[in-house]
């Protein structure tokens, strides 16, 4: 996986580019996101792989693109094919919305709490991270109830314990050395 990173970020650094050149990156990021799920098909890849021509393989991703794919789609696709890196689509779709999320300043937390937020909480600690992050915060919440009481919030490499389970097993580790 390290190594289709590799390869993808210039292409989705390409795309991005580009993207915010044109004004337009909402569209390419549904088009990117759309292709990297098509990419994630099993009968896509085996297609893709028994694929020998470049052009052949840049037909069958525009056509099962389909209206999604604009003529700058077209040629991202024919560029990426031409290179034979159609298969490294799903991570390029990846890094792309990272880009995105860091261009509108925006990032992801999960939430994982012992019982279900109400909205009224998810909106306070919405707010309380975006003023402690100082970005626009989109919460993905779950539940998990062995940890007792309290939330669990992961945000890039921040973790931020809450639960009674981490606190005992806080406490626990203290009384132990």
């Known amino acids: ?43 896509v890849v085996s297609m893709l792989k028994a694929t020998t021509a470049a052009s052949d393989a840049a037909d069958l991703m525009i056509k099962l693109g389909g209206e999604q794919l604009n003529e700058n789609g077209h040629n991202f696709v024919k560029v990426m094919a031409q290179n034979e890196r159609l298969l490294v689509l799903p991570e390029v779709s990846v890094l792309f919305a990272q880009f995105y999320d860091e261009y509108n300043k925006q990032v992801d937390a999960d939430v994982t709490s012992a019982t279900e937020l109400n909205d009224a909480q998810q909106a306070d600690l919405a707010a309380s991270l975006e003023k402690r992050l100082a970005r626009k915060v989109k919460l993905n919440v779950s539940i998990d109830k062995s940890l007792v009481a309290g939330v669990i919030i992961r945000v890039e490499d921040l973790l931020i314990d809450g639960s009674v389970r981490g606190k005992l097993e806080r406490l626990g580790n203290q009384l132990q050395s």
């Open 1 to 43: 996986m390290a190594e289709f990173t590799t390869i993808a970020r210039p292409y989705a650094k390409a795309a991005f580019d580009f993207a915010v050149e044109s004004n337009n990156v909402d569209s390419w990021l549904e088009m990117i996101t759309f292709m990297g799920q098509i990419v994630s098909e099993d009968a």
